[in-house]
C-alpha cells in the first residue's frame, strides 16, 4: 500500500509536465515582467517582490484550485497584461501603479461572482474555441523552425531527438530534450551560470493609491487584455480538453488572489493557455482523472520559484531564447494537431 501511495505520488510524468510547463512560462515571459518593473521604477527588492507575489499566487492557485476540482487547473500571469505595462507604467507613481492592479484585480473578481464570464463562456462554440487555440498555438509550432534557421546547430538536434524519442518514450521526452538543449548551449558557451545568486525574496508592501489615470490607462485595459486573451482561451483550453468546471468560482478565486498580492506587485492572475495544454495533454497522464497533479506540481514549482524568485530567473535568462522556444513549440505539438 505504501508503495502504491508513493508511486501515486512521485508519477515522474505529472512532475515532468508541471516541470515543462513552468519552464516555458518562465522563459517565454519573464524577461517581459522585468521590463514592465524597469519601466515602472521599481528597485531590486521591488522586483524580488514581484516575483514573489507572482509564485506564490500562480502556485497556491494552481495547487488548490487543482485538488478542489480535481482537474488541471493551472493560474499563471497575463503575459499580454505584462507587456501592456511595459508601454503604460513610464511616469507613474508606484503606488498608483499598484491602485491599479487592484482595481483591475477588483473587476475580475466582480466578473466571477456576478456570473459574467461564464456567461459569455458558453455562447463560444467548440469549434470556435478549436480554432482560437489554434490560432495561438500556431505561432508557437512555427517557432521551433524559425529558431532552427538561426541555431541550426543547436535546434536540429533537439528537433531529431523528439522525432525519435517520441516514438520510444514520449512521456518523457521533453524533458529530455530540455536536457540535451542545455548540454548544447553548455557545450558552445552560451549557457554561462558564473556569478549565479542564491538568496530568497522578501515582499514588498506597497500602499496602493488611486487616481483616475492609472485607473483609466493602467486598470481598466489590465483589466480587459487579462480576461480577453487569457482567460478565455484557458476556459477554452479546458473545455477543448474535455474538462468542464464551474468557471465563474475559479475567476472569482484568481481575482482574490490578485487583489491580496497586488499590493506585493501581484499584478495579474488568469487560467493559463498555452502553459495549460501541457498539464492537460495525454503526456501528463493517459488517465484524465489523475491528470490534475501535474498542475499540482507545476504549483510547487512555481511557489518555489516565487521564495528564491532572484536565482530562479537568472537561470532562465542566462538560458538561450532558442531553447525555450524550441521546447515550448514541441511540448504542444499534439495539442496542436
Known sequence: MRKLIYSNLLYLPHIIAGLVAVVIALGSSVAIIFEAARVAGATSAQISSWLLALGVGMGAGSIGLSLYYRMPILIAWSTPGAALLVTSLAGMPMAEIIGAFVFSAALITLSGITGLFEKLIIYIPKSLASAMLAGILLHFGINVFITMQNQFILVFPMFIAYLIGKRIFPRYIILLVLCLGILIARYKGLFNLEHLPIQLSLPVFIMPAFSWQSVISIGVPLFIVTMTSQNIPGAAMLKAAGYNPKLSPIISWTGIINLILAPFGGFAFNLAAITAAICLGKE?????????????????????????????VFLFTALPKEVVLVIAGLAIFNTLG
Open 284 to 312: 501528463a497522464d493517459p488517465n484524465p482523472v489523475t491528470r490534475y497533479k501535474a498542475s499540482v506540481y507545476a504549483g510547487i514549482f512555481y511557489l518555489i520559484i516565487g521564495i528564491f524568485g532572484a536565482t530562479i
